[in-house]
C-alpha cells in the first residue's frame, strides 16, 4: 500500500461543476506535487509545494487551483474543465533533501463529461 | 533544453530471457536519476535513485547503472510479475529549487511465460 493516499479514487464531473481532488501523506515530507498523466504518457509536472509555500507553478491553466493547508495535505481544486483535462491524477511527496525520491499515491481518476 | 528518452518503446520477452531498458538524459545539472516502476491504473513506484557516473543498484532481478549520459536498467532472468512500464526521471537544479523532476516516456515491458 502506497502512504500516499489520493481521493477519491474516481471523478466524473461536467465542465460546469467545481470539484476537489485530495491529498494526503504522514511521512514527514516537506515537498508536495501535482502530476497529470494521459494514457500512455509519462507524468507531467503541474505543481510543487515546498515547506508548504507553492515553488512551481508549470504554466498550468487556471481551472487547476491547488492549495496546500499544511505539510501533510495537498489539494487540488478544478473548476470548468474541458474534456481534455481528463487523466489521471498523481500526487507525490518528498523529503526536503537533494536526490531523496518522490512517493506517489495511486491517484485519482478524472472524467471530464 | 533539458531531455530525457528512453528506449525501447516496447519490449516482450520470454521468462527467464535477460533485457536492458535505456534511459538518456541532456539535462543542466542534474542531482539525481530516478527509476520507477508504474503498473496499469497505479502511481509509480519508486524502484532506485543514482546520482554519479558509474554507480549501481540492484534489486532482485533488477540492476540499473549510470553514465554521464544514460542509465540502464538491467532485468536478469525477468517473470510474468516483472510486467509494467519503467519510468525513468531526473531531478534538475534548474531555478535553483532542486525541485523539479521530470520523466521520460517510458519502457513498458511484456514477459510472457
Known amino acids: 500500500d502506497t502512504e500516499v493516499t489520493q481521493t477519491p479514487k474516481h471523478l466524473v464531473m461536467g465542465m460546469t461543476n467545481k470539484k476537489s481532488l485530495k491529498c494526503e501523506q504522514h511521512m514527514g515530507h516537506r515537498a508536495m506535487y501535482w502530476y497529470k498523466q494521459k494514457a500512455k504518457k509519462p507524468p507531467e509536472l503541474m505543481f510543487v509545494y515546498s515547506y508548504e509555500k507553492l515553488s512551481i507553478n508549470e504554466s498550468v491553466p487556471s481551472r487547476f487551483s491547488p492549495e496546500c493547508p499544511n505539510s501533510s495535505l495537498l489539494n487540488l481544486h478544478l473548476h470548468a474543465l474541458q474534456p481534455e483535462d481528463s487523466a489521471l491524477y498523481l500526487c507525490?511527496?518528498?523529503?526536503?533533501?537533494?536526490?531523496?525520491?518522490?512517493?506517489f499515491g495511486n491517484g485519482t481518476r478524472l472524467t471530464v463529461t | 533544453e533539458d531531455q530525457v528518452t528512453q528506449s525501447p518503446e516496447a519490449l516482450r520477452l520470454q521468462e527467464g530471457e535477460s533485457s536492458s531498458l535505456n534511459c538518456s538524459y541532456t539535462v543542466s545539472g542534474l542531482r539525481g536519476l530516478f527509476w520507477y516502476r508504474q503498473d496499469p491504473g497505479k502511481g509509480p513506484e519508486f524502484l532506485f535513485t543514482?546520482?554519479?557516473a558509474g554507480e549501481e543498484k540492484e534489486k532482485e532481478r533488477l540492476k540499473a547503472t549510470l553514465t554521464k549520459k544514460e542509465s540502464f536498467l538491467h532485468i536478469t532472468a525477468p517473470k510474468p510479475e516483472d510486467s509494467a512500464t519503467y519510468l525513468c526521471?531526473?531531478?534538475?537544479?534548474?531555478?535553483?529549487?532542486?525541485?523539479?523532476?521530470?520523466f521520460g516516456t517510458g519502457t513498458s515491458l511484456t514477459v510472457i511465460p
Open positions: 507525490a511527496s518528498r523529503q526536503g533533501f537533494v536526490r531523496s525520491p518522490l512517493h
Open positions: 543514482l546520482y554519479s
Open positions: 526521471a531526473v531531478q534538475t537544479s534548474r531555478g535553483n529549487t532542486g525541485n523539479q523532476f521530470y
